[in-house]
């Protein structure tokens, strides 16, 4: 992907009304595919799938399309070391990161589908599974596209910033489309977002520019000298970051002149958050 990180190159698509499809277990190649005018995930994508375990799914999918989590499971070895074939492990990312979500809508409910019945499907193809269900709840919209981004680094709905954009409002932070629309040039504004890029070029004298990106889009900032070496912890460390600045609008290029940095606060555990490209 070069320079930035495939969840940047995924948000910008969708900002120019590219449709990004999910992993599915029998439409996705192990690479991203064009299908009907949008942009289908590769199996790469997952976590965990490696180059053994993507030839497994290519196996599979030469037999047709699966109707259910256990006819996939029928039709692979299931082994303990990833480089014989695909482990329970690369199975039940596949399942959280959401391939089997057009036959098995719950993803909980699928887990533990599998890691109860596996064993058996392996064994025996007439071997019918017991009767026992267990009824779990689903996860929520919030916790699915957590879960994208712990698993695939990206999310093909909304971005991770939608969801702070309640706590962003009640803190003044204004968003990147606002800022580009109907903010004059020198106007002091306060923005905020994902930390996409750091970077600290050898003509800058100095000055850190970084990308904060949000569900509207991005925007640069500035950091010179003084300020920052006063934030520098925060700034190297913290993946959401809220900056105080002046905003500059020159020939069509935006920035921000900051001059007061600090982190987002109450970042919840369950968030992972994607990596940004940092000095290069």
């Given amino acids: 992907m070069g320079f930035y990180h ?17 992993v599915d277990i029998n439409k996705s190649y192990v690479r991203c595919t064009v299908e009907g005018g949008a942009l289908r995930l590769g199996f790469n ?14 196996e599979a999918q030469f037999k047709g399309p699966v109707t259910s989590l256990e006819e996939f ?8 070391q990833s480089r014989h074939g695909l482990t329970r492990a690369q199975v039940q990312n596949l399942v959280l990161a959401g391939a089997f979500d057009a036959l098995e809508p719950n993803r909980r409910e699928a887990v533990w589908r599998f890691n109860e019945h596996a064993d058996d499907w392996q064994r025996s193809p ?46 003044r932070v204004i968003d990147s489309s606002t800022i580009r629309s109907s903010i004059h040039d020198g106007a002091k504004v306060r923005v905020g977002g994902l930390v996409i890029t750091r970077q600290s070029p050898s ?14 889009g991005h925007v640069d900032v500035i950091l010179r000298p003084p300020i ?11 993946p959401i970051l809220i900056m105080d600045g002046t905003l500059q ?27 940004s490209r940092n000095y290069r």
């Fill in 45 to 58: 994508y997952v976590h965990g799938v490696g180059d053994k375990a993507l030839e497994v799914l290519e």
């Fill in 73 to 80: 499971c029928r039709r692979i070895r299931l082994t303990t």
């Fill in 126 to 171: 007439m071997l019918e599974e017991p009767s026992e269900t267990v009824h779990l709840t689903p996860m929520t919209h919030r916790e699915r596209v957590a879960t994208d981004y712990r698993l695939l680094s990206l999310s093909t709905t909304d971005h991770l910033i939608h969801f702070y954009r309640p706590q962003f409002n009640q803190l």
């Fill in 203 to 216: 003509t800058g004298k100095e000055f850190k520019f970084f990308t904060l990106a949000d569900e509207f």
């Fill in 6 to 22: 495939p969840h940047v190159i995924v948000e910008d698509a969708k900002h120019h009304s590219v449709r990004i499809l999910p």
């Fill in 249 to 275: 609008k020159q020939d069509g290029v935006l920035s921000v002149l900051v001059d007061h940095v600090e982190a987002a606060p109450g970042l919840p555990e369950e968030d992972v958050f994607p990596n």
């Fill in 228 to 238: 920052y070496q006063r934030y520098r912890q925060v700034a190297n460390l913290e």
